[in-house]
């Protein structure tokens, strides 16, 4: 089915960049809100992205107005008669998307894809909530999503093959990159990145670097920003929220770090709010000093624990290893995923996690792995994949095949 037309439910910053994106490839899209305010304020998304590449000489004024006159924003459904896709970007509250899409079945036509932009949540139980379940598909943008290349398409247990080609083909006309990805609390990316925060997170309240310290060692390892800064952009709320979804799920060794408790307990929700692990401006801030001087002190962390950015790294290349272990993508896709999703390089080069651990040396990363379960405990546990690897020889470029064969 060719998608002639699309809708945006929820008006929010997602929301407002999803709508600029499929605008900017020429297909008119209806944009709803419940608030006028959140309304105006996605136009003014959408309105920004554009305005940037006027002024960047990238785009004329005329044809800026030519797009905006393509969204139609709206507080009510009267547009979506004839939509041919909808894209959920309300909050990540389960109960608030199957209500969205049971409200969009009555207004929808029948052979409508209902897809939600979910970072994490379940498409098989969004799509129960619905009568065509096989019409329900997970459509994954990153943030900001005029930028960000990747877009993961998760089919849930009805989804059927029809819907998942049609959202791949979507997506390609979008000038993106659809990686079709298995359904599992926070599917790929977002999963391999939340060890690797909640770890960062976790070695600064026990004090084994400072914030300034872990980012700019994470950014020398190969990542184009720190876990902190990347936090605070994203908004601690999200990762919060996010974190303790994949722990319900996942268990303990996604455990979340306590100063996540502190930082939402005290608003500092990252730069929308003036203040998250950094002070926004100011850097490092007094405030989260003393809260891991309280945490430490109550005995809540330990402290004096020590600090490699193998610790916060690894954890990564283990989620994906697992990942590789569960089918959720191809080895291939989930390195290219952590490229086209985060920037990922390392050594200079632009290569996801499992090719990265090949480099490393797969013996060498089952023994880091070891000491750190050894020091920290078991969510440092070498996964399946990696140590069968290891026990076969495949250690990676040295040996000429390891995750990836090396000529």
Same mark, same amino acid.
């Given at each position: 089915?060719?998608?002639? %037309? ?41 309105? /920004? ?11 004329? !004024? ?139 997170? %976790? ?13 700019? !060692?994470?950014? !020398? ?50 730069? %929308? ?23 430490? /002190? ?7 624990? /020590?600090? /490699? ?99």
């Amino acid at each position: 089915m060719y998608i002639f %037309k699309a809708a945006v439910v929820g008006a929010g910053t997602m929301g407002g960049e999803i709508a600029q994106v499929i605008t900017y490839s020429g297909l008119p899209v209806v944009m709803k809100d419940v608030d006028q305010g959140m309304l105006d304020k996605g136009m003014d998304k959408v309105r /920004s992205v554009y305005q940037h590449r006027v002024d960047r000489g990238k785009m004329s !004024a005329g044809d800026m107005q030519a797009k905006l006159d393509l969204v139609t924003p709206t507080l009510t459904y009267d547009e979506f008669g004839d939509v041919d896709i909808v894209i959920e970007a309300v909050p990540e509250k389960m109960a608030v998307k199957q209500a969205v899409f049971k409200e969009l079945e009555g207004v929808c036509p029948e052979e409508t894809i209902f897809a939600s932009n979910t970072s994490a949540l379940s498409i098989s139980e969004m799509g129960a909530a619905t009568g065509k379940p096989q019409k329900m598909i997970g459509m994954h943008f990153f943030n900001p999503a005029h930028v960000m290349k990747l877009v993961e398409v998760i089919p849930g247990l009805d989804t059927n093959q029809e819907t998942v080609d049609d959202v791949v083909m979507f997506a390609e006309s979008l000038r993106k990159i659809p990686v079709v990805v298995q359904e599992c609390p926070g599917f790929l990316v977002n999963r391999l990145l939340m060890p690797y925060l909640n770890e960062a997170t %976790k070695a600064l309240g026990e004090g084994a670097a400072t914030a300034t310290e872990i980012d700019q !060692a994470v950014v !020398a390892w190969g990542m184009p920003m720190g876990p902190f800064t990347l936090m605070d952009m994203l908004g601690i709320d999200v990762c919060g929220h996010v974190g303790d979804y994949l722990y319900a799920e996942y268990g303990e060794r996604m455990s979340p770090a306590p100063l996540f408790a502190e930082l939402l307990e005290a608003g500092r929700l990252g730069e %929308k709010s003036g203040a998250g692990f950094y002070d926004h401006p100011g850097g490092e801030s007094a405030t989260v000093k003393g809260m891991i001087e309280a945490l430490q /002190s109550s005995g809540t962390v330990p402290s004096g624990t /020590s600090f /490699s950015v193998g610790r916060v790294m690894l954890p990564l290349v283990n989620e994906a290893a697992l990942c590789v272990q569960e089918n959720i993508a191809t080895i291939n896709d989930i390195d290219m995923s952590m490229v086209a999703g985060t920037g990922m390089t390392y050594g200079g080069e632009r290569i996801g996690p499992l090719a990265v651990a090949d480099k490393i040396g797969l013996d060498a990363v089952v023994e880091q792995l070891t000491m750190l379960e050894q020091e920290l405990g078991p969510r440092f546990r070498p996964s399946r994949p990696l140590k069968l690897r290891v026990r076969a020889g495949h250690l990676g470029v040295k040996t000429g095949k390891g995750f990836l064969e090396h000529v």
